[in-house]
């Protein structure tokens, strides 16, 4: 057990023994705040459908284009994290990580993610992230909550930095508890796939009380934990899209039927489209296990002197383990491949196409189906990997009200750390004499889309004499970040019949993250090299004949069984002993793997923002909202070292300063208590990845020592900007009930992409070009180019359409009256304008035009029950380059997932649940142009979930 699983099993084991015996989730309501407009401590919730009510009370009487949940309303829901209960809500999809656990959260089509995420996550205000500003909500159980809301439109007064929207988790508040609450929840998962039971634990305890000065005092402490097993299977995984189709000539076959048979012709650049077939690249099978430890402890203080003041200080612990364990067969095709004639088939798929140089068009082009590929270069890889995080939030709140003034004061502090190891082994085919060896391979990609079929002409891949060892490598990679938060708002309410108040702020955030890169990997020169893999008695794996572990559940004529590298776990202590020392590896470099440069750095972060805003109307006026306007100043320093030209390492650091004004305003006009039509138009902004903001670059040689490209990072980055208006009418005609349509717009500037960008000298500023060519040494020279994210000039447009409908069906009569349901429909449009850089300018990348989410539940007085289904429709993920300036685009299958849990109140007290997630077993499938050329095929697995609730 790591340092970091110690210290929160610690944690949480002392937190379980001190509350054991208490009970479930008592509701506290205390996830009002300004933007409501409503006390909720007043709203009593009993059940699911009054937690429906509560939900919508919150989103009627909000400021903002908004949706709400509650924290009935997550614990009653089919979800174990937060992004999976997320998709429950108008305009909300979740994408789901290998395994098929709830992962990004996407709001109208944009998603968070690690780096420059356009969709903020915050816990009562602030970040939680523990490593640069990604929101690791998949982490985050769904207890820890007792309400969320979902910002679609921002306020002055909102911390910015969502793009597409900010997610708020509110947690309770000690003080506003109705005295001694406690619960427990126990539940026991089984994975379909792993066939592993995993355990999960949560419990509460709280309570308030007022002395007899009339002082009130209140406490909370909250703790869960989980160890489970994820397992999925694939076939191409590796890439972006797993086969990598690519255009080829070198195949010796006429095509076009002019009397030649297909040659390399052309350039790279521009290619000649003459007897041009598609052909599959890369095919990769493999099979992943991920064993997943998490654990939360949360506590809080609160006590309120007097009615006008109010203080709470609150800290959250969390620990996230992720031990991976991988096997793939690599089936690597080359360029220069030449094809067996006598049992090649190909056939031409509409809107399969190619750039021709010569008539400056594209045109049509056929893909291979089935045939025998010469010189396919296979290859065994496993790794291992073990990603340790753990995080520690402290925050504390000063409430202040008197007369007119209401103040609030917070400092908030994060210190978070993540520590990633991996070992990596690969063996190549072989000859029988310990040589290189390229099979020939027969594959047949079935019509239609279905899996590809494929066979070895002359390799078994369960025969150990038919590899040798290629490549070991060992990578480590430490993560430290710290943030730092002051913030103060003030409020004066001016007494007038339509200005309400006038509110202003300041906030500063100070952050840091430090990365130290550590890592070893041996190709050339490896002791045994050439030997068979039998030479190594540690690195020796058996083949999985049993076919228990690999590739089980696929189907498709594709090896199941090979002989893979056995990878150790931690320290390679076994690999220590089988290599000793070489001329390119020793035990030391294994054990502790040389600092990397050009891998470490460290970035700062100091953000200064102040607003000033109104707030007008009062409950039951015509017109109510707010308008205001946000000015945030960032700089960032960014230290780290550059590659020079000479292939010399050298300390380099960069400062960039930039400021952004972000005016808002939302507007509600209430026909009637039922009626309302609201109104925004705002800017917003995201800030760059920290780690798009480092200065390393890490430059590749030719052979002969002469810079050739690289990669890079941009301290130079600023933020990317949206201009946005969001347009709805919501009818709530009756209690708890909700008919709701409207229409969205943004315009995003300055989007984040990595491109190709000339390489400019550190040390002279002048742009580096080509070698001078020895035989025309007055040719031009193009400049040297190196991968890098820029802010895209383009103009990005989205917009699109929402509608939803939520209603409990009490007018039935009986205990038909106890069903209800939520549904909800969200479509984007989206394009591209003044990019010439940009492959497509028709929509967006990894946007899905049409979300559907629709849920049927029952309510009784001891029992309930919920259905429920998201649907997200086929969706463009990204562009494959072929030859410039031809791109192909990667399409995903359609998700349709449907997910099940019901519950049963055994006494006031103990409820026991049931869950069942993906019930259908949903596939993934991702496909180049067409569903012919087959990209990748995941199987997520079922769970199936029981567990107990006592209330006390």
């Known amino acids: 057990m790591t340092k970091t699983q110690l210290r929160g099993a610690t944690w949480i084991a002392t937190f379980l023994l001190l509350t054991s015996g208490s009970t479930a989730l008592a509701q506290d309501d205390s996830n009002a705040s300004a933007d409501d407009g409503v006390p909720m401590d007043e709203i009593i919730v009993s059940g699911y459908r009054d937690s429906l009510v509560q939900a919508l009370r919150t989103k009627r009487e909000s400021e903002q284009v908004m949706e709400a949940l509650s924290a009935e309303d997550i614990g009653k829901l089919p979800d174990n994290n937060i992004s999976e209960a997320l998709q429950r ?26 780096g420059a995420s356009p969709v903020r996550v915050e816990l009562n205000g602030n970040s939680t992230g523990s490593g640069g500003r990604d929101a690791a909500i998949s982490s985050l159980p769904a207890s820890l909550v007792s309400g969320i809301k979902v910002f679609k439109s921002p306020a002055a007064d909102h911390v910015e930095g969502g793009l597409a929207g900010t997610i708020r988790l509110i947690t309770r508040n000690p003080t506003r508890l109705k005295g001694f609450t406690a619960s427990a929840t126990v539940r026991e998962t089984y994975y379909d796939y792993g066939k592993d039971y995993a355990p999960f634990a949560s419990a509460f305890v709280g309570n308030s009380w007022e002395t ?10 909250s703790g869960s934990y989980t160890d489970y097993s994820l397992r999925h299977e694939r076939i191409g995984s590796g890439f972006n899209v797993g086969v990598r189709w690519r255009a080829h000539h070198n195949h010796g076959l006429d095509i076009d039927g002019d009397g030649d048979a297909g040659e390399s012709v052309g350039s790279a650049a521009a290619p000649v489209a003459d007897d041009a077939i598609m052909f599959p690249g890369n095919l990769y099978n493999d099979s992943e296990t991920r064993d997943i430890e998490r654990g939360f402890l949360s506590a809080a203080f609160g006590f309120e ?30 360029h220069n491949r030449r094809i067996n004639a006598a049992d090649f088939e190909f056939t031409q798929h509409d809107g399969v196409t190619m750039y021709d140089a010569d008539s400056d068009s594209f045109v049509a082009v056929p893909s291979f189906v089935r045939g025998t590929l010469n010189n396919i270069a296979t290859r065994s890889a496993s790794r291992w990997d073990s990603t340790d995080g753990e995080s520690l939030n402290l925050a504390g709140t000063i409430e202040w009200t008197r007369g007119p003034w209401d103040v609030d004061f917070s400092l908030a502090f994060l210190d978070g750390e993540t520590n990633f190891l991996s070992n ?70 001016l007494g007038s019949d339509f200005f309400r108040s006038i509110k202003f702020g300041y906030r500063f955030a100070d952050q840091t993250l430090e990365r130290e890169r550590r890592n070893k990997n041996v190709t050339a020169g490896l002791p045994g090299r050439n030997d068979p893999i039998t030479s190594f008695e540690n690195l020796y794996g058996l083949a999985y004949g049993s076919g228990e572990r690999h590739l089980r559940e696929l189907g498709g004529d594709i090896p199941r069984n090979w002989i893979t590298p056995t990878i150790p776990v931690g320290v390679p202590t076994d690999w220590i002993a089988d290599f000793g020392s070489g001329a390119n590896v020793n035990s030391q470099q294994f054990a502790d793997p040389p600092l990397n440069l050009g891998g470490s750095y460290e970035i700062n972060e100091e953000v200064h923002a102040g607003y000033i805003m109104t707030r007008f109307g009062r409950r ?40 952004e004004v972000l005016p808002s305003i939302n507007l509600s006009l209430n026909f009637t208590p039922e009626l309302k039509l609201r109104a925004a138009a705002f800017q917003t902004m995201v800030r760059p990845g920290l780690g798009q903001l480092r200065s390393n670059q890490a430059l590749s040689f030719n052979g002969d020592g002469e810079l050739s490209g690289g990669t890079t990072g941009n301290p130079n980055l600023e933020a990317q900007t949206a201009d946005g208006a969001d347009v709805s009418l919501e009818w709530y005609f009756t209690n708890g009930a909700l008919l709701s349509a409207g229409v969205f717009y943004r315009e995003i500037n300055g989007q984040i992409k990595n491109e190709l960008t000339p390489y400019i000298d550190p040390e002279t500023g002048e742009v ?62 989206s ?46 993920k990204g562009f494959f380059p072929l030859r410039a300036p031809e791109y192909q685009k990667i399409y995903s299958n359609a998700l349709n997932r449907w997910d099940f849990s019901m519950a049963y109140d055994m006494t006031e007290q103990l409820q026991v649940n049931f869950l069942w997630k993906n019930i259908n077993d949903f596939r993934r499938q991702l496909w180049l142009g067409v569903p012919e050329q087959f990209g990748l095929n995941t199987d997520d697995e079922s769970q199936i979930s029981l567990g107990l609730r006592y209330n006390f």
Do not use: C
Request: aromatic share 12%; net charge negative.
């Open 305 to 334: 002197p007097s009615a006008e003041l109010n203080f709470k200080i609150e800290a959250t612990y969390r620990f996230d383990t992720n031990e991976r364990d991988r096997d793939e067969l690599r089936l690597l095709s080359t």
């Open 620 to 659: 039951g006026d015509f017109v109510t909202g707010n308008a205001g306007v946000r000015v945030v100043s960032t700089k960032t320093t960014s230290d780290g070292f550059q590659t020079q030209p000479s292939g010399e390492l050298a300390a380099f650091t960069v400062e960039n300063t930039y400021t």
């Open 89 to 114: 809500l108008t305009g909300i999809n979740v994408g789901f990580t290998p395994g098929g656990e709830g992962g990004t959260a996407f709001i109208r089509g944009i998603q968070t993610a690690p």
């Open 212 to 221: 007899d000065s009339g002082k009130r005092l209140g406490f909370l402490l």
């Open 424 to 493: 990596n082994a690969q063996f190549e085919s072989a000859t029988a004499t310990g040589g290189g060896f390229t099979p020939d391979v027969y594959f047949d990609f079935a019509p239609g889309g279905g899996l590809p079929s494929v066979q070895f002409a002359d390799f078994d891949p369960t025969d150990p004499d038919a590899w040798r060892l290629r490549q070991i490598g060992r990578d480590a990679r430490d993560d430290e970040s710290d943030l730092s938060v002051a913030n103060i708002d003030v409020e004066y309410d």
């Open 768 to 829: 580096v070009l080509e070698p001078i060519d020895p035989g025309d040494p007055t040719a031009p020279r193009d400049p040297i180019e190196v991968s890098s994210p820029i802010n895209l000039d383009g103009v990005h447009k989205m917009s699109g359409f929402e509608a939803a409908y939520q209603h409990h069906f009490d007018f039935l009569p009986g205990w038909w009256s106890g069903f209800g349901t939520t549904m909800n429909y969200t479509y984007v449009d």
């Open 831 to 876: 394009k591209i304008d003044d990019d010439p850089d940009t492959p497509y300018t028709d929509f967006f990348t990894n946007i899905t035009p049409h979300n559907f989410n629709v849920a049927l539940y029952y309510d009784g007085e001891r029992f309930q029950s919920r259905l429920a289904v998201s649907w997200r429709g086929e969706t463009v």
